[in-house]
């Protein structure tokens, strides 16, 4: 039994993999998949792939990117979700923001440096003609981080995707004041080198496993009341989520990895470019 230790944020976009999981698809082939739920996101799973506590990261395409870049011994493997990810713009539902055009010059909590929700608020500060150079941020960790740096006043607004946080809208803790999506596939598979190198068979079956219950995910039979139970979601707003949402079996190809790489490069969110061979491992 190979042993795989794979990571991803605990959220509606993952649950494919843990129907795997249960209906014991890796372990018939012989593979110990081993998830974990990492709440603080992107930045934290970079650290995990980096300090070998991590085999297989299915992470922000944005944040990996980045952090290959910077010397991350990472390939990615795979498109996983190719739609965008709408990232809601939050404030405390109590504080005097109205307009996405009053957070200007405001302090954003992120859930760490180099993590989705930093990366897009330059996306979004560019967007709006904002100076990005004069981008302030709070580290909260997690989402109920930035509950509480939101109510206390420490930061100003919060990035997160839309329907995860929709709860805390309808709760009135939160005011949404926008959306930003990305212009890019939001999540990709990406696989240390090493383990790579050494285990290229298995992550392929790993990647053939999960490709056939994305491709048919949304067919299973209410799939809706389902996600709408575990996540404590309003079963109209996962109909709204799924309508949205496409997963991908695809390799990211170079065309699209370079229109990638130059949308973050002009944003300033990466220094230097790299090559698509660098960056992108077809297996």
């Keep these: 039994m190979k042993t795989v230790k794979i990571v991803g944020v605990p959220e509606h976009f993952n649950l494919p993999w843990q129907l795997c999981i249960e209906n014991g698809e890796f372990e018939a082939e012989n593979i110990d998949l081993q998830w974990k739920n990492i709440p603080e996101g992107t930045g934290k799973m970079c650290q995990m792939l980096r300090d070998e506590e991590a085999d297989i990261a299915v992470i922000l395409t944005e944040g990996i990117v980045k952090d290959i870049a910077a010397g991350n011994p990472a390939k990615i493997v795979q498109i996983y979700v190719q739609s965008p990810l709408i990232w809601g713009i ?4 109590k504080s005097d923001f109205q307009e996405l055009k009053d957070l200007k010059n405001k302090k954003a909590a992120i859930s760490r440096l ?3 929700s930093q990366l897009m608020a330059y996306v979004n500060a560019n967007e709006q003609g904002w100076k990005t150079d004069d981008l302030k941020f709070e580290i909260v960790n997690t989402i109920d981080g930035a509950v509480e740096a939101l109510t206390n006043g420490s930061a100003d607004y919060f990035m997160w995707e839309h329907f995860m946080t929709k709860p805390l809208v309808d709760q009135g803790i939160f005011r949404r004041v926008g959306d930003c ?9 990406t696989v240390r080198d090493e383990f790579l190198r050494k285990n290229s068979k298995t992550v392929e079956k790993v990647l053939e496993i999960i490709n056939k219950t994305t491709y048919d995910f949304k067919q299973i039979p209410n799939i809706d009341q389902t996600l709408s139970e575990l996540f404590n979601q309003k079963i109209e707003d996962i109909q709204d989520w799924l309508q949205l949402t496409q997963w991908s079996q695809k390799q990211l190809d170079e065309k699209a990895f370079n229109k990638i790489q130059n949308q973050l490069f002009d944003l300033g ?9 660098e960056m992108v491992k077809a297996l």
Excluded at 181 to 189: A, K, L, M, Q, R
Excluded at 269 to 277: A, L, R
Aim: charged share 10%.
């Design 90 to 93: 939050h404030v405390a539902a």
């Design 114 to 116: 180099g993590s989705g």
């Design 181 to 189: 999506p990305t212009p890019w596939p939001s999540f990709v598979i």
């Design 269 to 277: 969110i990466i220094e230097k470019k790299s090559t698509f061979v």
